[in-house]
């Protein structure tokens, strides 16, 4: 019992010194302790990172707009015939360095190509931009253009309403200095660990790389892109589906997020997601 208590301790430790260094409202949902040969603590931890957890940080979003999603026509109708909306992989978007540009600046090289493809197979996304004036945003051909069907698509308006979400929504950032607080949790994790002979074995998965999802390169400024992600882990493949996009030759995997039935009576167009309880 006693050794458990010191485990635990240790642990707490980490989590105080280090990642509340960082994150000050963040905490654990759960929380596995083993040891090694050499009696070297290992842990293996679950995150919170919903919105409430991130408090004080660039990443802590709260709704107070309406968003705008952009999606093709037969995107629409499926939209609308099933209630539901996708996320897709990020493996399954268009651009090809999500999760590997910012994970590489952050990283370096302590990532294998791998393991970054299997997170990349993890975490699913639902773009979306702010509305500030819908008929200002429904006018924005550029971004029409670039992801609805070239200017031939729909721009569909979602409500979401609360913000008990067991996602992770926030905006997306764009400039290689916006990654420095992930660069001092790094860090701070790495002198930590070696000094105090602990092991958080699952620290890039759980924690880095569902941050660094919300980073991209800056050439993708334009989109001034929100973000509704949700980490799938290991289930990913038990809740996924997977459809071929023929005009790109590649396979695209996604899962469906549930919509109301209803429409809004102000708002024909309008759609609302509610946060799951």
């Given at each position: ?11 707490r ?58 999606t093709s ?28 540009y910012?994970?590489?600046r ?11 493809d299997k ?8 773009s ?43 905006k ?59 980490y ?9 589906t997977?459809?071929y ?33």
């Amino acid at each position: 019992m006693e050794e458990r208590i010191q485990r635990l301790n240790l642990f707490r430790k980490y989590f105080g010194e280090v990642v509340q260094q960082v994150f000050p409202h963040m905490g654990w949902s759960y929380l596995n302790l083993t040891s090694d040969e050499e009696n070297k603590l290992i842990a293996k931890a679950g995150f919170k990172l919903r919105s409430e957890f991130l408090k004080g940080t660039k990443y802590h979003y709260t709704i107070t707009k309406n968003f705008i999603h952009y999606t093709s026509v037969s995107g629409l109708l499926s939209i609308l015939r099933e209630g539901k909306i996708r996320l897709y992989e990020l493996h399954s978007l268009d651009d090809p360095q999500e999760l590997s540009y910012s994970t590489k600046r952050v990283l370096a090289e302590t990532i294998d190509q791998t393991q970054l493809d299997k997170l990349k197979r993890a975490i699913f996304s639902l773009s979306m931009c702010e509305v500030e004036e819908e008929k200002e945003n429904l006018k924005d051909f550029n971004t029409w253009r670039l992801y609805g069907s070239d200017g031939y698509g729909a721009g569909l308006v979602l409500a979401m309403e609360g913000d008990n979400y067991i996602e992770q929504i926030s905006k997306v950032f764009y400039y290689e200095h916006e990654l420095d607080d992930i660069k001092k949790l790094v860090n701070l994790s790495d002198e930590f660990m070696i000094n105090e002979s602990l092991i958080v074995e699952n620290l890039y998965e759980s924690l880095f790389a569902r941050l660094l999802a919300f980073h991209k390169v800056g050439i993708y400024e334009l989109e001034n892109e929100v973000r509704l992600t949700q980490y799938m882990g290991n289930e990913n493949y038990y809740y996924q589906t997977i459809q071929y996009d023929l005009k790109n030759n590649k396979e695209r995997r996604f899962i469906n997020k549930n919509l109301l039935s209803d429409f809004s009576e102000r708002d024909p167009y309008e759609l609302t997601i509610k946060p799951k309880k």
